[in-house]
């Protein structure tokens, strides 16, 4: 049973930053494809960063150049780096893995916006 649980969301002026985290337990997290999504109120969740498992990244068109995606297969973990926030990217954050065969999803970590 592969269990993912996000930290380190919170409240932060327009502008400011936060780094997320997300820690893997009950699988080889090496062998996976990764990707932080998010969920805004009222809207679908989507994929903001992906961090594949050859070492490719990529990002949503909306947070290129704000955000950076790192990981430790060491420590069965995946980062976000979060700068320039904007009241838009409030919503909760998750991570999982890539494609369409997710694990049971985390709780997320809710990321406000807001002055």
């Known amino acids: 049973q592969v269990q993912l649980v996000e930290s380190g969301g919170g409240l932060v002026q327009p502008g400011g930053s936060l780094r997320l985290s997300c820690v893997a337990s009950?699988?080889?997290?090496?062998?996976?494809?990764m990707g932080w999504y998010r969920q805004a109120p009222g809207k679908q969740r989507e994929l903001v960063a992906s961090?594949?498992?050859?070492?490719?990244?990529d990002y949503a068109d909306s947070v290129k150049g704000r955000f950076t995606i790192s990981r430790d297969d060491n420590q069965n973990m995946l980062h976000l780096q979060m700068n320039s926030l904007k009241p838009e990217d409030t919503a909760v954050y998750y991570c999982?893995?890539?494609?369409?065969?997710?694990?049971?999803w985390g709780q997320g970590t809710q990321v406000t916006v807001s002055s």
């Open positions: 961090f594949t498992s050859g070492r490719s990244i």
């Open positions: 999982n893995r890539l494609g369409n065969r997710a694990w049971s």
């Open positions: 009950g699988v080889l997290f090496s062998d996976y494809s």
